[in-house]
């Protein structure tokens, strides 16, 4: 199995651009979850979805973020518009059911806002 | 709400046996897990406790005692690639539902 895959690896963009970062979870999976990790802050959990449905967004840190999970095998996650202090490294994580004790984190999209 | 202690860093020598402390308050506990992270990557998953006790795996141990709210990580036979950060962590409402991570231990390895 190739894991989670998320693109792009690095992304450099300036404030007040759209930015969308994409995940592609382990397949048979039903949990996505995107989290955020900072030095400041760690790793915080933005949101999940179960089976393509968002289930929990309050880790969402504003308006100008937004998350879909059009199909089973692809999601996003976008900052519109992006600021300085979004710079962070944003992992995507699946789990294959609730109650499993084990996420499998994609390598992260490392982005920085000038 | 849901929160994690855990050291900043811990410096140990390769071959030794380190100990990495956890203590978690949570409303409603499933359960806690275990990621190591080098730098630079992805969190990797090490170990559950859902129940009191000591489970192996291999050099790793974890630890858990539900009703002091704490549990540990147990390294044995340190080698220098266990340099990392270790992170402890429960879950929001059980399981699949999402993580809440303490702010990591960083593991520095000496020769």
């Known amino acids: 199995d190739a894991g989670v895959i998320q693109s792009p690896r690095h992304e450099v963009t300036e404030m007040g651009q759209e930015v969308t970062l994409r995940c592609k979870p382990i397949?048979?999976?039903?949990?996505l979850f995107w989290y955020r990790q900072t030095m400041m802050r760690g790793l915080e959990l933005l949101i999940y979805?179960?089976?393509?449905?968002?289930?929990?967004d309050s880790g969402m840190p504003e308006d100008r973020f937004s998350a879909k999970m059009p199909n089973a095998s692809f999601s996003t996650l976008k900052i519109q518009p992006s600021e300085p202090r979004d710079s962070a490294v944003y992992f995507c994580?699946?789990?294959?059911?609730?109650?499993?004790?084990?996420?499998?984190f994609g390598p992260g999209t490392r982005l920085t806002v000038l | 709400g849901q929160s994690l202690e855990q050291p900043s860093e811990v410096t140990a020598v390769e071959g030794a046996i380190v100990q990495i402390n956890c203590t978690y308050q949570?409303?409603?506990?499933?359960?806690l897990s275990w990621y190591q992270q080098h730098d630079g990557g992805a969190p990797t998953f090490l170990s559950y406790?859902?129940?009191?006790g000591l489970e192996e795996t291999g050099r790793f141990s974890s630890f858990l005692s539900r009703s002091d709210s704490y549990g540990y990580l147990l390294l044995q036979e340190l080698q220098m690639k266990d340099s990392a950060s270790y992170f402890c962590?429960?879950?929001?409402?059980?399981?699949?539902?999402?993580?809440?991570f303490g702010k990591g231990t960083h593991l520095i390895i000496q020769p």
């Open positions: 406790n859902a129940l009191d």
């Open positions: 962590a429960v879950g929001r409402k059980g399981g699949a539902d999402g993580l809440t």
């Open positions: 994580a699946s789990s294959p059911r609730r109650g499993s004790d084990t996420q499998y």
């Open positions: 949570t409303s409603g506990f499933y359960g």
């Open positions: 397949s048979g999976h039903d949990y």
């Open positions: 979805f179960n089976n393509n449905v968002p289930i929990d």
